[in-house]
C-alpha cells in the first residue's frame, strides 16, 4: 500500500513538471534584458525569441539567425520556480546556467547566472551579480 502511495506521488511530481514544461512551451520575444544591472542594447534585445519545446530552448537574435540551442529542466513545485539549462550547440557549448522563472499569463521572466552554485532567489538583475534578467511576451500565432 505505501509502495502505490509513494508511486502514485513520484507521478505526480512527474506530471507536475512536464505540465511546467508544457505551459513554458511555444515563442517567446525578449522585450527586455538586464546583466549585472544593466539593461542591454535595445536593437540587440528586443525582437529576439526563445522557442521552448518540451526539452529544449532554441533562442535566435532580431534577424531570425540560430545563436544557442539549450537542453532544460524546470520545476514548478518549489517558490520560486527553478530552472536548469545546458548550452548543446552553439557558443560556450556544454555550458550550464541556474536559474528561476515567473509564468504570468503571457509573460515569462527567467532570471539565472552562469554560475550554478549561484541560482538567483529572485526576479531581478542588480550590479556586480552577474545574473542575467530576461522579461519575455508570447508571440502571438
Request: proline share 3%; aromatic share 4%; charged share 30%.
Amino acid at each position: 500500500m505505501i509502495a502505490r502511495l509513494l508511486t502514485a506521488l513520484a507521478l505526480l511530481g512527474l506530471v507536475s513538471r512536464a505540465a511546467a514544461q508544457d505551459d513554458l512551451k511555444g515563442t517567446w520575444v525578449i522585450q527586455k534584458a538586464v546583466q549585472s544591472g544593466k539593461t542591454l542594447d535595445d536593437a540587440k534585445a528586443r525582437g529576439a525569441k526563445l522557442v521552448i519545446t518540451a526539452d529544449r530552448m532554441t533562442a535566435y537574435d532580431p534577424d531570425n539567425k540560430e545563436l544557442y540551442v539549450m537542453g532544460y529542466k524546470a520545476n514548478p513545485s518549489v517558490t520560486p520556480k527553478t530552472i536548469d539549462m545546458r548550452i548543446l550547440k552553439g557558443k560556450d557549448l556544454d555550458r550550464t546556467a541556474s536559474g528561476i522563472y515567473a509564468l504570468e499569463g503571457d509573460t515569462l521572466k527567467l532570471a539565472y547566472s552562469l554560475d550554478e552554485s549561484k541560482r538567483p532567489k529572485e526576479l531581478s538583475s542588480k550590479e556586480g551579480d552577474e545574473v542575467m534578467l530576461i522579461e519575455m511576451k508570447r508571440a502571438k500565432d
